[in-house]
T-cell receptor
Framework: NAGVTQTPKFQVLKTGQSMTLQCAQD?????MSWYRQDPGMGLRLIHY???????DQGEVPNGYNVSRSTTEDFPLRLLSAAPSQTSVYFC?????????????FGSGTRLTVV | GDSVTQMEGPVTLSEEACLTI???????????LFWYVQYPGEGLQLLLK?????DKGSNKGFEATYRKETTSFHLEKGSVQVSDSAVYFC?????????????FGTGTLLAVQP
């Protein structure tokens, strides 16, 4: 049971480039989400999904797109990378979108935009 | 809006010392409360949780009690080890609208010295 798998682990982009951060889970979790972690700011929610075909914006969605075509996958797309998007990105999933479920996190993608 | 406030770090302790990391929250309704731990270079792992007032979550010698009257969820351990060195995040799960959202504090770095 792999849990939540994120790729790549590290990435350097030039300003204006686009890329996709991959996230996959094999636990049949209905809820998936993307967070970014910045020093002194904790984790902030970018986008989330409560099931295949359903996505919604979190706290800091600008500059990012998501889609959920299958239960397993929830890729995060950076449309035109900016230095302000330098961060560590975490994908997280939970069995249910109901409030008492705990989250399983991936190991993160460290992104640097130069 | 809903929020979590936790004590700033770093917290530096000697091995076998007692630990308390303070966490208070603001929320409408009745959130679930969580502590997550992040070891260096890894993603977040669920440490413990409590879903209603007066519940006590516990795991690996850590415990925290959901105190509705003081809106607090302080993390405690009686005797810390070097292996407990990590960043600890307090979080609440607020069910609003169609789904829940996990809201994090800014994290507290714990460094345990031998």
């Amino acid at each position: 049971n792999a849990g939540v798998t994120q790729t790549p682990k590290f990435q350097v982009l030039k300003t204006g480039q686009s890329m996709t951060l991959q996230c996959a889970q094999d636990m049949n979790h209905e809820y998936m989400s993307w967070y970014r972690q910045d020093p002194g700011m904790g984790l902030r929610l970018i986008h989330y999904s409560v099931g295949a075909g359903i996505t919604d914006q979190g706290e800091v969605p600008n500059g990012y797109n998501v889609s959920r075509s299958t239960t397993e996958d929830f890729p995060l797309r950076l449309l035109s990378a900016a230095p302000s998007q330098t961060s560590v990105y975490f994908c997280a999933s939970s069995l249910s979108y109901r409030e008492s479920a705990g989250y399983t996190f991936g190991s993160g993608t460290r992104l640097t935009v130069v | 809006g809903d929020s979590v406030t936790q004590m700033e770090g770093p917290v530096t302790l000697s091995e076998e010392a007692c630990l308390t990391i303070n966490c208070t929250y603001t929320a409408t309704g009745y959130p679930s409360l969580f502590w997550y731990v992040q070891y260096p270079g890894e993603g977040l792992q669920l440490l413990l949780k409590a879903t209603k007032a007066d519940d006590k979550g516990s795991n690996k010698g850590f415990e925290a009690t959901y105190r509705k009257e003081t809106t607090s969820f302080h993390l405690e351990k009686g005797s810390v080890q070097v292996s407990d060195s990590a960043v600890y995040f307090c979080a609440l799960s607020a069910y609003g609208g169609a789904t829940n959202k996990l809201i994090f504090g800014t994290g507290t770095l714990l460094a345990v010295q031998p």
